[in-house]
């Protein structure tokens, strides 16, 4: 049987295998500072000895992965979503206006997500304010960052 200090398992684990585009649930086995085994929670478990630890992340995300301190994680994770306008705008009245439009086709509940605006580009080149953004939305959750 091989050394294992570790296991963690969750229902989300997101593996980037191919192939593969959802997270499931899995468990993960580590010895010292590798990943020995991936697989079906029982399994991965059951090939452990009895005592190594089981840390169990229920329905938390979990990424296996490297990572540094400069990760723009959320707008990559989002990116892709049709729930995220990805737009530099020319301004801030016209980027208002623009999201505007893009909340039109999503569901009434769901918050309006941007980023990527650049005010330094913008005519003028002011910084935005929360404003215009709650006049546009006084009752809809709204985010627009710049990131």
Known sequence: MQHIDRIIR???????QDGIDT???LAIAIAGDRIVAVGA???VIAAAPAATSVIDYGEQFVCPGFHDAHLHFF??????????????GTSEAALVQHVLEFSQDLPDDAWVVTQG???YR????EHPT??????????RPC?????
Do not use: C, I, Q
């Not at 969750?10 to 980037?16: D, I, L, P, R």
């Open 41 to 43: 929670p029982d399994d």
């Open 10 to 16: 969750s229902k989300n684990v997101f593996t980037a």
């Open 130 to 139: 929360k404003a215009s953004l709650d006049a546009a939305f006084p009752d």
């Open 23 to 25: 997270a499931r649930e």
């Open 75 to 88: 707008h990559t994770s989002v990116g892709s979503s049709p729930y995220m306008l990805m737009d530099m």
């Open 143 to 147: 985010v627009m960052y710049s990131g």
């Open 122 to 125: 913008w005519d003028p080149p």
């Open 117 to 119: 605006w650049r005010d």
